[in-house]
């Protein structure tokens, strides 16, 4: 199922200097989570497996059942909504899996994508997952959050891609003139997001875009330092860099505080505020 991976170059000194050791390897089936009896066959090819576990109270009551399974000590490699390339430090050493469908995606951007997981895999400041960054302030994050488990998870997601994306973006414009190649790709894939960063509030506006797609879409930009529009824009700042978890609930609870008055003008008659820039400012 796990077939290590020939990489180029490029590649292998942004493991050397990030991630040294790091395993990474082609699965030879596409997933979301790999069921837990053949996760346990990275086994045969890593050092140690150390399955990772949280506590049961860090779950909302109406939590999906995949991410109670995640809580749990089974064994849980890959969670909907990793992407075409996952990491895990559950393992010793680190490993990097590249799935099925990358087979799909371009040559320098899918190298992109392997990079962008040795610099997440290679430092302890970065969790694994949305469930230990948040760790207990996410049933508060479910709390403000007035969507279904489905789109909560969705929506937990993307605010933990974007932190994520405020730690690792300098690394990535860094390669600059050493890893032009990886840097470029970077690049180009950030700027193929601006028509549709600038149409989002009216695309969610209108119903064509879900609020969770939103973030999603949003959060995802952040590591390529583009220009959010509001509420977003309030994402992308040294505060929730810094201070993550708390930032986040914070900017949901006035977020959807916002979204509730608009819609409640909207019905009136009156004028909605289609900025809400201001939505974190006590945070």
């Keep these: 199922m796990f077939e290590t991976r020939t990489l180029p170059s490029d590649l292998e000194s942004v493991r050397d200097e990030y991630a040294p050791g790091a395993l990474v390897l082609d699965v030879a089936g596409d997933f979301d989570t790999i069921p837990p009896e053949a996760a346990e066959n990275?086994?045969?090819v890593v050092e140690s497996l150390s399955p990772a576990a949280y506590p049961a109270e860090w779950l909302p009551d109406d939590a999906p059942q995949q991410l109670r399974r995640y809580a749990s000590s089974d064994f849980t490699i890959?969670?909907?909504g990793d992407?075409?390339?996952t990491w895990s430090r559950q393992t010793a050493p680190p490993v990097v899996l590249v799935k099925y469908r990358a087979?799909?995606?371009p040559d320098d951007f899918l190298d992109f994508l392997i990079a962008?997981?040795?610099?997440?895999a290679g430092t302890d400041e970065i969790p694994e997952h949305f469930l230990p960054f948040f760790g207990e302030r996410f049933p508060d994050l479910a709390a403000a959050t007035p969507l279904g488990p489905s789109e909560t998870y969705q929506v937990a997601a993307a605010l933990y891609e974007g932190w994520v994306g405020l730690h690792t973006r300098e690394a990535f414009a860094s390669w600059e003139g050493r890893h032009d190649r990886l840097h470029d790709a970077w690049v180009d894939a950030g700027g193929r997001l601006d028509d549709r960063l600038e149409n989002l509030p009216r695309l969610v506006a209108l119903g064509r875009v879900s609020f969770a797609e939103a973030t999603e879409f949003a959060c995802s930009a952040i590591k390529h330092g583009r220009d959010l529009p509001a509420p977003f824009s309030a994402l992308d700042t040294a505060a929730y860099r810094d201070h993550g978890p708390s930032y986040?609930?914070?900017?949901?609870e006035k977020t959807f505080e916002q979204l509730a008055a608009d819609d409640d003008d909207a019905a009136s008659g009156g004028e909605a505020d289609p900025t809400a820039d201001d939505a974190v400012d006590s945070a």
């Design 116 to 120: 962008e997981a040795f610099v997440q």
């Design 248 to 252: 986040a609930v914070k900017w949901a």
């Design 78 to 80: 890959g969670m909907p």
């Design 42 to 44: 990275l086994g045969l």
């Design 103 to 105: 087979k799909g995606t």
């Design 83 to 85: 992407g075409t390339v």
